[in-house]
């Protein structure tokens, strides 16, 4: 039985559904980063901690990735094979991450949850910084996965299965401990061991999340520590966010959202370390 005596009686009824929405919204214009401030939301917003919050978040990582993995099927740039492969491995460590989130109190879950959620806002920062400037990151270096152009598929060999094994593998287990998708390692893996374009490595990242997300969602429901009365209403904020906008990223996206975003998740992520050391 989850322990939620802590919770506040008085919190409106359709703040889930607010506090989703704006996840979803925020996932519309950045793209799956977005999803990484599920946890913190649902910690400020509904007083849940980070164990609780995390199955919640990865309901809404899996549906909003889930959508974007079918329209990287349509347009054929999902690489099904690297992202089956990542994903099976992510599933096997992600329930060794949910049971260690369960072993753990509360504040060192929200120190390790401030430095991920730091790290991921500081690389997102210096990239938008590059894109909105021009300058061109070098990727002439040797990768294990290399593209076949004549056929849009990857040559796979060991080093290139190992290495996807081992980005899906770590991805699983923080997607089981935080609650997050686990695509601030997936994107980052697959620029640094494949030479996949930037539209198919994004597509591929939400195959994998939608897998490991929707794993660790049943995982955390078979071990009853889903919380479906705040699960529910929150996951349907974030696809009616999502989806309302649709609209409004092709006004806004672009390095200067993407800016705007990284130096709020900063913020967002100085006030989960303060909250961890009080």
């Not at 199955?55 to 740039?77: T, W």
Request: positive net charge; glycine residues 12%; contains cysteine.
């Amino acid at each position: 039985m989850i322990d939620l005596s802590h919770l506040n009686q008085f919190t409106p009824q359709g703040l889930p559904v607010a506090l989703g929405f704006v996840v979803g919204f925020i996932l519309s214009l950045t793209g799956a980063g977005g999803a990484i401030l599920s946890v913190p939301l649902l910690v400020f917003g509904m007083g849940l901690t980070v164990n609780q919050a995390g199955p919640i978040g990865l309901l809404a990582v899996s549906i909003s990735a889930g959508i974007g993995s079918i329209l990287g099927l349509k347009e054929k740039i999902l690489r099904y094979k690297a992202a089956g492969l990542m994903a099976s491995f992510g599933l096997i460590l992600s329930p060794i991450g949910l049971w260690l989130a369960h072993q753990l109190p509360n504040q060192p879950l929200l120190t390790i949850f401030s430095i991920v959620l730091f790290y991921t806002s500081s690389r997102m920062m210096y990239q938008s910084y590059c894109e909105a400037k021009g300058i061109v990151q070098s990727h002439s270096k040797v990768v294990p996965c290399h593209l076949n152009k004549s056929i849009g598929k990857l040559i796979w060999t060991v080093p290139c299965a190992r290495s996807l094994a081992l980005a899906g593998s770590m991805a699983g287990f923080f997607s089981g401990l935080l609650g997050v998708g686990g695509g601030f390692i997936i994107v980052p893996s697959l620029k640094k061991v494949t030479d996949l374009p930037a539209l198919s490595i994004v597509a591929t990242s939400l195959g994998v999340l939608t897998i490991v997300s929707f794993g660790g969602v049943i995982n955390a429901t078979v071990a009853g520590l889903m919380i479906w009365t705040i699960a529910i209403p929150f996951a349907t904020g974030s696809l009616l966010g999502l989806m309302l906008g649709r609209a409004t990223a092709k006004k806004l996206s672009g390095p200067t959202i993407q800016i705007i975003f990284a130096v709020f998740s900063f913020g967002v992520a100085i006030m989960m370390g303060f909250k961890a050391i009080l």
